[in-house]
């Protein structure tokens, strides 16, 4: 059974920086492409940042050049690491992991607030 645990969300600044994790279970975390996506109060889901199964990378143009993601195959988690925090960012921050082409699976979720 596959599960995905964010962890790391929580109240910051503006200008602030805070450090996403998803725990992966249940998977070949090798055969995974993972990625993040976020969700504001009242708006659809949005793509944030993905990386392949060999390490390639993408980023939604509002996040670009602010966060990175990263991923461990040893821990087999992948990390979000988000700077230059601004209000927009504020969101419910879901971690996913696609196998056969789209994201089927889900995190619950942990909630990111920046403070203007």
């Known amino acids: 059974q596959v599960q995905l645990v964010e962890s790391g969300g929580g109240l910051v600044q503006a200008g602030g920086s805070l450090r996403l994790s998803c725990a992966t279970s249940?998977?070949?975390?090798?055969?995974?492409?993972l990625g993040w996506f976020r969700q504001a109060r009242g708006k659809e889901r949005e793509f944030v940042s993905a990386?392949?199964?060999?390490?390639?990378?993408t980023y939604g143009d509002s996040v670009k050049g602010r966060f990175t993601i990263s991923r461990d195959s040893a821990k087999k988690t992948v990390d979000l690491q988000m700077n230059s925090l601004k209000a927009d960012d504020t969101a419910v921050y879901y971690c996913?992991?696609?196998?056969?082409?789209?994201?089927?699976?889900w995190g619950q979720g942990t909630q990111v607030t920046v403070s203007s």
């Open positions: 996913a992991a696609d196998l056969l082409g789209q994201f089927d699976y």
């Open positions: 249940g998977v070949t975390f090798t055969r995974y492409k």
């Open positions: 990386i392949n199964r060999s390490g390639g990378t």
